[in-house]
T-cell receptor, first 113, second 112 residues
């Protein structure tokens, strides 16, 4: 079974631009969660989608948004980029509706100049 | 809202010794408690999990214990080895919304 994939793996943007990151979950998984991780920091939860619906949302500004498609692939968008948005963005997929193992992708490394 | 406190933030142990990481949660409805390991430059991976109807679970050198009354759970690693060096995250979730709430992480350093 193929693992979780994220594209692109690396991205360099300038302040004020916007960016879209993509996550393809494991086949059959319906839950996709997004996290922001900065050096030495933990996993900051952005949002979670289940069957195309946003089920949970973290404490990030409205510049951060996401969506999930009918094939469970998910995208995350950040508008009006700020220097502080530089981070590793991880997505994780889960199989079921409730408690289950989260499988993480390799992440997208975003650098904002 | 619900939160998880994880201690210590850094733990340094001699190779072969045991390591214990503790997490305390606030939501009494929490009933799923996973532990993830993130090696340097790699993605987090589940190493062990426990549900609220079980007090302890073991898998070779690692074990997790749960005290529902005190609302805390711990990761125990025995006979530590260099490959145990990593950041360990605890998490919990409840049936209220199935959102995983994460601890801040513990950097485990194994000294040779």
């Amino acid at each position: 079974k193929a693992g979780v994939t994220q594209t692109p793996r690396y991205l360099i943007k300038t302040r004020g631009q916007q960016v879209t990151l993509s996550c393809s979950p494991i086949s059959g998984h319906r839950s996709v969660s997004w996290y922001q991780q900065t050096p030495g920091q933990g996993l900051q939860f952005l949002f979670e989608y289940f069957s195309e619906t946003q089920r949970n949302k973290g404490n990030f500004p409205g510049r951060f948004s996401g969506r999930q498609f009918s094939n469970s692939r998910s995208e995350m968008n950040v508008s009006t980029l700020e220097l502080g948005d530089s981070a590793l963005y991880l997505c994780a997929s889960g199989a079921g509706y409730d408690y289950n193992e989260q499988f993480f992708g390799p992440g997208t490394r975003l650098t904002v100049l | 809202g619900e939160n998880v406190e994880q201690h210590p933030s850094t733990l340094s142990v001699q190779e072969g010794d045991s390591a214990v990481i503790k997490c305390t949660y606030s939501d009494s409805a929490s009933n799923y408690f996973p532990w993830y390991k993130q090696e340097l430059g790699k993605r987090p991976q589940l190493i062990i999990d426990i549900r609220s109807n079980v007090g302890e679970k073991k898998d070779q050198r690692i074990a997790v214990t749960l005290n529902k009354t005190a609302k805390h759970f711990s990761l125990h690693i025995t006979e530590t080895q260099p490959e145990d060096s990593a950041v360990y995250f605890c998490a919990t979730t409840s049936p209220r919304n199935y959102q995983l709430i994460w601890g801040a992480g513990t950097k485990l350093i194994i000294k040779p």
